[in-house]
């Protein structure tokens, strides 16, 4: 394993095959119209009661808004109900990805929805909790908790990591891969190493606002696959939960890992980088119930995520201006969203009608989007 923390790069390059010689590998681009998949995936419902949600097909669903007016249908290119497996969400979101990060491609994929809604357990797994003490409550504070990852619960992080290592053995060893992991939270605007957690990190632009750094995050290489690991569920456990009304250890911030892999070959050099964030709850402040501190995060995490909307809106729609500067999440992603990168978006959903109104915002969402890239598709 090699830690490096300096000037750390989130950016390395600007996305696609690069080589060190400065000589670009010829590989496929990627089409246009599979630039932005946009999945729901309806969690099993938590306790016996009356439902919302109604899975119609692997695209489709219906929404109760509770008798008001008729079920109303929507379509998506993938929709996961309640009992489909972290295998079938991995094999139809990720893997395709990860293939594209092996060729020198950048791809992103985000975890959204309103707290309790599944995000977690889709990017990580099932994680047992234990109870906030007093001690765990504030702004820095660490819910402990451990992932089983023989489990076949085990998330998309981990599947995506141990798929990588699986293609770079089978590619055999006259091919030199390195593969290296960055893990950071965005909690009120500021940027926290999850690898080596400490005070906030300064994120830097250079001059033509093209290359993103975040001074002094680690980047860990390894070629261990379980060191990978147990560093994942080490940055876990340094992620800032707050208990809020909503869920007792929702986590109130985005947490971003990225994988680099870089792969020399007689050709030159390659780097593809693997996004995975699983975002902070999408709920209203409303909801919360919250005031002061926790009302401030609530607004810092609507203002990102309604700016990491408009970013997709905007590039799957074509736009030639897309504004990334509106939040720390977006100029971070800006790399893995422009360019010639590919882009998953699986909003998550409660199926309980008591969360009637989050899911509907949600699936309003991820509708945005999706309707967006169904124009574009049936445009070309
Ligand atoms: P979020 O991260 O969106 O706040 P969690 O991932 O913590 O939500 O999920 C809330 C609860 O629902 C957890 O107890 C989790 O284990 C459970 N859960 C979520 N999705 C699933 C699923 N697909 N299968 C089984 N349990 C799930
Ligand atoms: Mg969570």
């Not at 009992?83 to 020198?104: H, I």
């Not at 379980?226 to 250890?249: C, D, F, H």
């Not at 998953?344 to 509708?367: C, F």
């Given at each position: 394993m090699a830690a490096s923390a300096g000037?750390?790069?989130?950016?390395?390059?600007?996305?696609?095959s690069t080589s060190s010689q400065g000589r670009q590998l010829a590989t496929a681009q990627p089409a246009q119209e599979e630039r932005l998949v946009v999945a729901v995936r309806v969690r099993p419902s938590l306790e016996a009661t009356e439902r919302c949600i109604e899975v119609i097909s692997s695209g489709s669903l219906l929404y109760d808004d509770g008798g008001k007016s008729r079920p109303r249908k929507y379509t998506y290119d993938h929709v996961f109900k309640e009992n489909d497996t972290q295998e079938q969400v991995y094999k139809t979101t990720t893997a395709p990805l990860v293939k594209d990060v092996l060729n020198g491609y950048n791809a992103a994929v985000f975890a959204y929805g309103a707290t309790g809604s599944g995000k977690t357990h889709t990017m990580l797994g099932p994680v047992p909790r234990k109870k906030p003490s007093t001690a765990d409550r504030g702004p820095t504070a660490v819910v402990g908790y451990e992932a089983d990852?023989?489990?076949?619960?085990?998330?998309?992080m981990v599947r995506a990591i141990e798929d990588i290592f699986g293609h770079i053995e089978a590619a055999g060893p006259e091919s030199s891969t390195k593969v290296s992991i960055s893990y950071l939270e965005i909690y009120n605007e500021l940027i926290r190493d999850l690898l080596n957690p400490g005070g906030p990190l300064e994120l830097r632009e250079d001059h033509r606002g093209q290359r993103i750094t975040v001074a002094g995050l680690s980047e860990i290489t390894t070629s261990s696959r379980k060191e990978v690991v147990s560093l994942l569920i080490k940055g876990n456990k340094a992620r800032t939960m707050e208990p809020t009304a909503a869920n007792q250890t929702s986590s109130r911030s985005h947490a971003l890992l990225s994988i680099t892999v870089q792969t020399r070959t007689s050709l030159g050099t390659k780097q593809g980088r693997l996004f995975l964030t699983d975002l902070?709850?999408?709920?209203?402040a409303k909801k919360t119930k919250n005031r002061g501190k926790r009302l401030q995060e609530g607004a810092h995490i609507n203002r990102s995520l309604l700016a990491l909307g408009n970013c997709i809106n905007a590039l799957s729609g074509g736009a030639r201006y897309v504004n990334y500067r509106d939040s720390k999440l977006t100029r971070l992603l800006k790399e893995a969203l422009s360019g010639r990168c590919k882009t998953v978006m699986i909003a998550h959903v409660a199926p309980e009608s008591k969360h009637r109104d989050e899911t509907k915002n949600t699936l309003v969402y991820a509708d945005r989007a999706n309707s967006i890239t169904t124009k574009l598709q049936s445009s070309v």
């Amino acid at each position: 394993m090699a830690a490096s923390a300096g000037a750390s790069s989130w950016s390395g390059s600007s996305g696609g095959s690069t080589s060190s010689q400065g000589r670009q590998l010829a590989t496929a681009q990627p089409a246009q119209e599979e630039r932005l998949v946009v999945a729901v995936r309806v969690r099993p419902s938590l306790e016996a009661t009356e439902r919302c949600i109604e899975v119609i097909s692997s695209g489709s669903l219906l929404y109760d808004d509770g008798g008001k007016s008729r079920p109303r249908k929507y379509t998506y290119d993938h929709v996961f109900k309640e009992n489909d497996t972290q295998e079938q969400v991995y094999k139809t979101t990720t893997a395709p990805l990860v293939k594209d990060v092996l060729n020198g491609y950048n791809a992103a994929v985000f975890a959204y929805g309103a707290t309790g809604s599944g995000k977690t357990h889709t990017m990580l797994g099932p994680v047992p909790r234990k109870k906030p003490s007093t001690a765990d409550r504030g702004p820095t504070a660490v819910v402990g908790y451990e992932a089983d990852v023989s489990s076949q619960d085990i998330g998309l992080m981990v599947r995506a990591i141990e798929d990588i290592f699986g293609h770079i053995e089978a590619a055999g060893p006259e091919s030199s891969t390195k593969v290296s992991i960055s893990y950071l939270e965005i909690y009120n605007e500021l940027i926290r190493d999850l690898l080596n957690p400490g005070g906030p990190l300064e994120l830097r632009e250079d001059h033509r606002g093209q290359r993103i750094t975040v001074a002094g995050l680690s980047e860990i290489t390894t070629s261990s696959r379980k060191e990978v690991v147990s560093l994942l569920i080490k940055g876990n456990k340094a992620r800032t939960m707050e208990p809020t009304a909503a869920n007792q250890t929702s986590s109130r911030s985005h947490a971003l890992l990225s994988i680099t892999v870089q792969t020399r070959t007689s050709l030159g050099t390659k780097q593809g980088r693997l996004f995975l964030t699983d975002l902070a709850g999408s709920e209203r402040a409303k909801k919360t119930k919250n005031r002061g501190k926790r009302l401030q995060e609530g607004a810092h995490i609507n203002r990102s995520l309604l700016a990491l909307g408009n970013c997709i809106n905007a590039l799957s729609g074509g736009a030639r201006y897309v504004n990334y500067r509106d939040s720390k999440l977006t100029r971070l992603l800006k790399e893995a969203l422009s360019g010639r990168c590919k882009t998953v978006m699986i909003a998550h959903v409660a199926p309980e009608s008591k969360h009637r109104d989050e899911t509907k915002n949600t699936l309003v969402y991820a509708d945005r989007a999706n309707s967006i890239t169904t124009k574009l598709q049936s445009s070309v």
